[in-house]
């Protein structure tokens, strides 16, 4: 009998179609998602790959043979399904594997008004009670309700999503600007046209047909592979600056003019000075900024220049959401380049992220590059994974490496992050494989690469 906790990540379900799940399966989880979740009506939507509306439309008949129902708004971005959740408050999910290749899928869930759904927060009862309904010859077989069965209904929502996004972010009145959009054969070829068309902006597509297979590289544009074809139309076309998105378009990177990449952590600084600009001046005194531990220092250190105070969190959306709600905060920001706004429901968008980048550039005349030099102020490593047999031992033996120098300080928020007076690194084990992860920053490049082949020199011994 197959064994769910191979597809139910802390955060989603993610697998392969159909070895891993299929359509039956689809239909029990929007079954056991309402019956978990309580809810009376919820909204359903999905990417461009080529198992998703199936997918979708049985977890709809699933939600809908409890009596409940469903919304669908078809074709969306990961942010455009948190933005209709929110605005018609009411659960959702979102088929989607992100930037996994062409034969995943999955799903992330929410509650109404974008709570996210993880481990702590009812991923694990669905998986139990949908468990519960396979068979052993791995067949699923839903129990039968006298529930009076819901209707499923077609909305677009994408006309409301980038109005919303753009009532946040006014840039009817920056100097124009040529921008190449990489959006790698994903979502955010659906939603780039509308929410950027109309504005003083001279958009040069790139990758905008939808296609699951992705023809032309990987939608995940945190592997630097994935952003060679962008760079190289900025330099040849002379744009002003590039983005990237990943494959459900949640996420957006930045290249500057000279086809550089933006630190995500400089894009957090950047973001967060302008939210607590507009924070400030509707009366707002100390508001608070959420960034995760491996985040450069300089964001912590910029948000305090500024007047704000942050609140340092775990790497993961859930953590950052749950923060966000119980501090308040305005805006959060992560090294992997999903960024969080208040005003968007605490739900994570890399579209609202660009428009403040491209209003940033826009009001003044520096050039991208000019413009994000003071938001850096460090040197990253950037991720290094090496594979490990026993990650607890290895991290053990590094923590021992360093427990004699004088003036370093520990700490286990997220694994662990081990810091002195101008330096850092965290390793943190990765869930789900036999990996440990390392992020390292200095003050400058020799001192970065020197503690970097330090720590893996050990884990790696």
Request: proline share 5%; charged share 20%.
């Amino acid at each position: 009998m197959r064994d769910l906790k191979q597809i139910v990540k802390a955060y989603d379900v993610r697998g392969v179609v159909p070895d891993q799940w299929d359509a039956d399966l689809s239909r029990a989880f929007g079954a056991a998602f309402v019956q978990v979740t309580g809810a009376e009506a919820i909204v359903v939507g999905h990417d461009m790959r080529p198992s998703s509306p199936a997918l979708a439309r049985a977890f709809a008949e699933g939600a809908a043979s409890r009596g409940v129902d469903v919304v669908e708004i078809g074709l969306c971005s990961t942010d455009q399904l948190y933005f209709a959740s929110g605005k018609l408050d009411l659960p959702g999910a979102m088929f989607t594997a992100s930037h996994n290749p062409a034969q995943y899928n999955g799903i992330k869930m929410c509650r109404k008004g974008a709570a996210p759904v993880g481990e702590a927060t009812g991923l694990v009862e669905i998986r139990e009670l949908v468990q519960s309904w396979v068979n052993e010859d791995d067949s699923v077989t839903v129990p039968a309700t006298d529930a009076t069965p819901g209707t499923i209904t077609q909305q677009d929502e994408l006309q409301a999503y980038a109005d919303h996004l753009r009532g946040l972010v006014d840039l009817t009145s920056i100097r124009p600007l040529k921008v190449a959009v990489d959006a790698g054969n994903g979502m955010g070829g659906h939603t780039v046209p509308t929410v950027l068309g109309g504005l003083p902006l001279e958009v040069v597509p790139m990758y905008f047909e939808l296609d699951g297979t992705f023809p032309n590289h990987e939608a995940n544009p945190l592997d630097p592979k994935n952003l060679v074809d962008l760079q190289a139309k900025v330099r040849e076309i002379g744009a002003d600056l590039g983005l990237a998105f990943d494959g459900d378009a949640d996420r957006c990177f930045v290249v500057d003019e000279n086809g550089d990449p933006v630190n995500p952590s400089a894009i957090t600084a950047l973001v967060a000075v302008r939210e607590l600009a507009k924070a400030q001046a509707a009366g707002e005194t100390e508001p608070v900024i959420i960034h995760n531990l491996i985040t450069s220092w300089a964001v912590p250190e910029i948000v305090a220049e500024h007047g704000g105070r942050v609140v340092r969190t775990r790497v993961g959306h859930s953590f950052i959401k749950e923060e966000m709600a119980k501090s308040g905060a305005i805006f959060g920001g992560e090294h992997s380049a999903h960024y969080y706004f208040r005003d968007f429901w605490r739900a994570d968008t890399g579209m609202l992220a660009a428009l403040h980048v491209l209003a940033a550039l826009g009001e003044q005349p520096k050039p991208l590059s000019e413009l994000v030099s003071a938001f850096n102020r460090y040197v990253q490593s950037g991720e290094i994974n090496s594979t490990v047999a026993d990650q607890a031992e290895r991290v053990a033996a590094v923590r021992a490496a360093f427990a004699d120098e004088p003036g370093v300080t520990f700490d286990e928020l997220d694994g662990l992050t081990v810091a002195g007076s101008d330096w850092w690194f965290n390793l943190r084990a990765s869930n789900t494989e036999p990996l440990l992860r390392l992020n390292v920053e200095a003050r400058d490049e020799s001192k970065m690469a020197a503690l970097r082949d330090q720590v893996l020199a050990v884990v790696r011994a």
